[in-house]
């Protein structure tokens, strides 16, 4: 925080003293807002991995019913189309759980919610 007066010797005791407290209730106000976004920043990634998750969960499975095979095997072959096609793990996975339903896949339920 920056003070400007006309005057040398203007700002007393007093208002500096002010102005520190005030300083100091600002940053402390401001440390609070930067640790709630940065919660929220958290929060939105954590929601954005469990339905990331949870698609891939599904499209493991659906491999794994065509395939024939285990869950490694399945993850492995998720994991080469999405190397191949140079395209997101999770968009490959959508686009199987979509080919399969008929219908763009749904966010996974919560539960107690």
């Not at 499209?59 to 492995?76: E, K, S």
């Not at 793990?89 to 199987?96: F, G, K, P």
């Amino acid at each position: 925080m920056n003070l400007y007066a006309v005057a040398a010797g203007t700002f007393t005791e007093p208002h500096r003293e002010h102005a520190e407290a005030f300083a100091a209730r600002s940053a402390a106000a401001l440390t609070v807002s930067l640790r709630q976004v940065r919660q929220a920043q958290i929060q939105h990634q954590m929601a954005e991995a469990m339905v990331s998750s949870s698609l891939i969960d599904q499209a493991i499975g659906i491999l794994m019913a065509q395939q024939r095979c285990g869950a490694g095997a399945a993850f492995d072959l998720l994991r080469q189309a999405s190397q191949h096609r140079n395209r997101k793990l999770r968009v490959i996975a959508a686009e199987i759980v979509a080919q399969v339903s008929g219908q763009p896949p749904e966010p996974p339920h919560r539960f107690g919610m």
